[in-house]
Structures are given as structure tokens and as C-alpha cells.
């Protein structure tokens, strides 16, 4: 679905994607891990095109979408969650929700006066779509509740929910596990294996929890120094001695490897 050639993001003269490539399967949950300062976000942001590449190629089922706008790429299916939630705070769950499908009638002057019954039917139907998200999710207790008084992980849990409304082909979810207490992971966990698996979602996940990736990922993708360092299953990748380098800082095996 993705394939990702030679590409290289600086900032200055530092190097922080520097000529990483990879492929991302179609139907895949592929786990993109490393040190901090490997460069997986920075990668994220250029692929959906929150910053334009230096150098290099971005394609998605074909087709080149290097440098694209991330409205451009909301349209082709590409979305990309954040590692601090970004929600309305001041509007409810489900208000969250309705909010993301685009050129809808109401935000036309136009329409706010005379198409009204346009703009109530669409309405009813964001929000008979919104319910069933809620449902999918298991937040139904909070459906009215302001977004802004959620937990960390039910805020993750909505930004997932997010990309329900809309006709997501791939998703791009960076740290969905950070500050999240280990009920809600495994909830959020639930709700990615269900959509990979019964709506055919593609998934690539930047993750610390090993036991998060193990449980979700395979293949998994491990980054160092902007490069891709080794691709395989998690098994393969914590035996690797060039991965454990790049952890630990030294040749020393460990199988209780952990991300830091």
C-alpha cells in the first residue's frame, strides 16, 4: 500500500530521516519501533505530509503522493493519529466525531439559508454514524461527556474513532500507548485488531510497549540514526545484534529487550 524510497527530512545540517525505505502491505498492522531520536515520527509526519521531504519517494497503491497536503492525503484514505490527542475540547464525544467528515452542507452560508433540510438529514446521518463508532468502541457511557474531561486513553480511543467516520484505508498511529493505563490498551488493542480484521484496515503503529507490539504487529520495523535498521517479526528483531546496538549501545544480547 505504501512504499517508501530514499527519503531523507534535515533540519539544518542534521539528518533526521536519512534515506529510510520501506514497504507497508496492504491489510498489514506493521510496528514501527526504535530508539528516541530515531527518527519514526519524523517519518510519519513527512509520509502524511505534515512536512515536506528533502529528498526522496512517497507512494500509496501506485500512486506518488511525495509532499501532498494532509487534507489532500485525508481524501486517499491516509490519516495519521498524534502522540497528545488533539480534540475539540468544549464539544462532546460524539460532536467530536461528526466533526470530521468533510464539505459538509452546513459549513456553507449558502446552504445555512436555504438548505436547511439538507443540512438536518446529513446531520441525522453523522449521527446515527457517530452512535454506531461509539458502539464499535465501547464508549457508549461517554458519548455526551465534553472530550476535554476524557483520560489520556479514552482520548486516544476517540482519535481512533475519528477515523472511523471516514472511508480510511490507512492509518498512521504514533504512540497510541503513551500515558494510557493498561485496561484502556488493551481496549484500544481490541478495537485495532476489529478493524484490521473485519474493515481491512492497514495500520502502522509507533510503539514503546514491546508486549503492545508483540500482541498487535507483524511485520515489525525498527529505526536508528533516520535509517531503517531490520524488518521482521518482533522475535527476529530482538535478536538482532544490530538492533540491540542501537538500544543498549552495546553488542551485548538481551532478550528482555525493551524500547527506551
Not at 173 to 193: K, M, P
Amino acid at each position: 500500500m505504501i512504499v517508501v524510497e530514499n527519503l531523507v527530512k534535515t533540519f539544518g545540517g542534521f539528518h533526521a530521516v536519512d534515506g529510510a525505505s520501506l514497504r507497508i502491505e496492504q491489510g498489514s498492522i506493521t510496528g514501527l519501533i526504535g530508539p528516541n531520536g530515531a527518527g519514526k515520527t519524523t517519518l510519519f509526519n513527512v509520509i502524511a505530509g505534515v512536512l515536506k521531504p528533502t529528498s526522496g519517494r512517497v507512494t500509496m497503491m501506485g500512486e506518488d503522493i511525495t509532499g501532498l497536503e494532509p487534507h489532500q492525503l485525508f481524501h486517499k484514505g491516509l490519516l495519521r493519529t498524534f502522540q497528545i490527542a488533539h480534540e475539540f475540547s468544549s464539544m462532546s464525544v460524539r460532536e467530536n466525531l461528526m466533526m470530521v467528515p468533510a464539505a459538509q452542507s452546513g459549513e456553507t452560508l449558502w446552504n445555512a439559508w436555504f438548505g436547511r433540510k439538507r443540512i438536518a438529514d446529513e446531520e441525522r446521518a453523522l449521527r446515527a454514524k457517530a452512535d454506531e463508532v461509539i458502539e464499535f468502541l465501547t464508549i457508549d457511557h461517554l458519548k455526551d461527556e465534553r472530550a476535554g474531561n476524557l483520560s489520556g486513553g479514552q482520548k486516544k480511543l476517540l482519535e481512533l474513532g475519528r477515523t472511523m467516520m471516514v472511508d480510511a484505508k490507512i492509518v498512521f498511529l504514533d504512540e497510541v500507548g503513551a500515558g494510557v493505563n493498561r485496561t484502556l490498551l488493551n481496549t484500544i488493542g481490541d478495537a485495532i485488531i476489529r478493524l484490521n480484521k473485519e474493515r481491512n484496515y492497514t495500520f502502522v503503529v509507533i510503539e514503546h510497549d514491546m508486549d503492545f507490539i508483540e500482541r498487535l504487529c507483524d511485520p515489525v520495523i525498527c529505526m536508528a540514526e533516520g535509517r531503517v535498521l531490520a524488518e521482521g517479526t518482533l522475535a527476529e528483531i530482538k535478536a538482532n545484534e544490530q538492533v540491540i546496538e542501537a538500544y543498549l549501545g552495546t553488542g551485548l544480547k538481551n532478550k528482555d529487550m525493551v524500547a527506551t
